[in-house]
């Protein structure tokens, strides 16, 4: 029995055979640093947004400086969007230096950093270091993970590391890590109970039922803690989360209808479902990975199914598309998948055209090539604002365009001008950045065009430039400064 014993222990790889470290960290930094270079270039050329990356940089700075954590945007509690209470964790470098960077380059350093667990994963299963390296390279591949990365910001990039190293420890049968990780994973968005009941369906369907009734069980009470109490607490209102009534408003006003309708009334989803649409998105996700998918990688697919259908069933096109952060966790869901169906033959070298073929997918689908287009669309915009940017006091009430919003969010009130929104108590505000000639996401030039010629009929000290951007503040405000 001892013989046996340590024969068994000595088949267990160390943490060395697992994970390459010298080699595999200098290339996650190396493409960390890419990314975030992207990211912060794609700032710079102010392409980015007020939603996401204004809205969450004015919260967590808010909530470094002590601040009550409403968004001026929004209205809302900094808890009250998806109960991400991580961003109180990432609120503290901003207490030494409030910079939207911290936002971009940990980003960054989420996606590339994936990798690791990912390998792990890779070594766990059996794979040779080649075929390690093969699935780090379909995870840096993927069109979505390049795309989230310069779609602004969302707190949910943060934990993908965590996701793939769920599945590492629960497959290593360490539940406390394992559980650790998953609540880690519910810190970042409400919408990720998805995923960790997924988990919990894929763990029954391979009979481990303590583990998933610990997974189903903990999405459950999220859920319920944040429909229940925390949403209502903070909102001052009983319709649950803002989510059921504004993707899946065919079903129902809160999440408890929307429940009760999916199950006893299927017909609203036949006569609203977007088929075709449906169908392109499902081709999206799986396209790039399908090759390295066997049987074996069903069981992890389909802890995927619960995100999957969420996602077709909304209203929201966003949802079904690479470009933004809905579908992230199906990617790392994608290559786990794949490296089941690698190691089913990791003995026999995967075919070189499978890699070029995700390498082709990544081409297409992925958008390195809006550099050197659509990203250029404001570069004789950027010397001006930067210009009317020093004019601006920081603790002035700020109504600018959109796009300038993750420059100038280190302020308790900046919002934008929308269309449908008449500002009529625009008087609430101490200062007019605007650029009617582009007015950005959600404005348009007549709307910005009323707002400037108001402040002109009543005295405000105003400055135009040549590309179209004028800054308009109060008599009061510039005085006082």
């Keep these: 029995m001892g013989l046996s014993l340590a024969s068994k222990f000595r088949s267990r790889p160390s943490f060395e055979e697992l994970f390459p470290a010298r080699k595999l960290i200098m290339i996650c930094v190396i493409i960390a640093l890419l990314f975030w270079m992207f990211s912060g270039l794609r700032h710079s050329l102010l392409q980015s947004n007020a939603y996401d990356l204004g809205l969450f940089d004015q919260w967590i700075w808010l909530a470094s400086r002590g601040l009550p954590q409403y968004s001026s945007m929004e209205g809302s509690h900094l ?7 991580l961003l109180y964790i990432a609120a503290i470098p901003y207490c030494f230096n409030s910079s ?30 080649k075929h390690c390296w093969l699935v780090c390279t379909l995870w840096w591949l993927q069109p979505v993970v390049l795309n989230v990365n310069l779609f602004d910001f969302h707190p949910e990039v943060w934990v993908m590391p965590a996701l793939a190293a769920s599945y590492w420890f629960c497959r290593s049968n360490r539940p406390w890590v394992w559980f650790v990780l998953l609540v880690v994973l519910l810190g970042a968005r409400d919408g990720l ?43 001052g209102s009983n319709t649950g989360p803002k989510a059921a009534a504004g993707l899946f408003s065919y079903l129902g006003d809160t999440l408890d209808e929307v429940i009760v309708n ?4 299927p017909s609203l989803v036949f ?10 998105y499902l081709v999206l996700i799986s396209v790039s990975l399908s090759p390295f998918w066997r049987q074996s990688s069903l069981p992890v697919l389909l802890g995927g199914l619960p995100l999957v259908v969420v996602n077709l ?10 470009i933004h952060h809905y579908s992230l966790p199906l990617a790392v ?9 690698i190691a089913v033959n990791r003995r026999k070298n995967i075919p070189f055209r499978s890699l070029v073929w995700s390498a082709l997918c990544w081409a297409v689908l992925s958008k390195p090539w809006f550099f050197t287009g659509p990203y250029l669309e404001r570069l ?26 993750p420059h100038l969010s280190h302020r308790k009130v900046v919002d934008f001008p929308r269309v449908g929104t008449k500002f009529k108590d625009y008087s609430a505000f101490d200062i007019f950045l605007l650029n009617p000639e582009d007015p950005g996401w959600g404005s348009s030039s007549q709307v910005q065009k009323d707002l400037l010629l108001k402040a002109n009929e009543e005295g405000w000290l105003c400055k135009q430039w040549p590309v179209g951007i004028e800054l308009c503040e109060k008599v009061s405000i510039n005085e006082t400064n």
């Design 271 to 280: 006569e609203n479902l977007d088929w075709i649409g449906g169908f392109i």
């Design 193 to 235: 109970v998805l995923v960790v009941g997924g988990i919990g369906f894929e763990l029954a369907l391979r009979r481990k039922w303590t583990w998933s009734c610990a997974a189903i069980g903990l999405s459950l009470m999220w859920l319920c803690f944040l429909n229940k109490f925390l949403y209502p607490l903070l909102t």
């Design 333 to 341: 869901i994608g290559v786990i998948a794949a490296i089941d169906g």
């Design 262 to 265: 999916l199950v006893t009334n």
């Design 79 to 85: 808890l009250a969007d998806h109960g991400a209470w």
């Design 380 to 405: 004789e915009v950027r010397q001006p604002f930067n210009q009317a940017m020093l004019s601006i006091p920081t603790e002035g009430r700020l109504l600018t365009t959109s796009y300038f919003i």
């Design 100 to 129: 939207v960077q911290w936002l971009l380059a940990s980003q960054a350093i989420a996606l590339s950093f994936t990798a690791i667990p990912i390998w792990c994963v890779g070594r766990q299963a059996g794979l040779p270091n």
């Design 313 to 322: 069933l909304s209203e929201e096109s966003p949802q079904r598309t690479l």
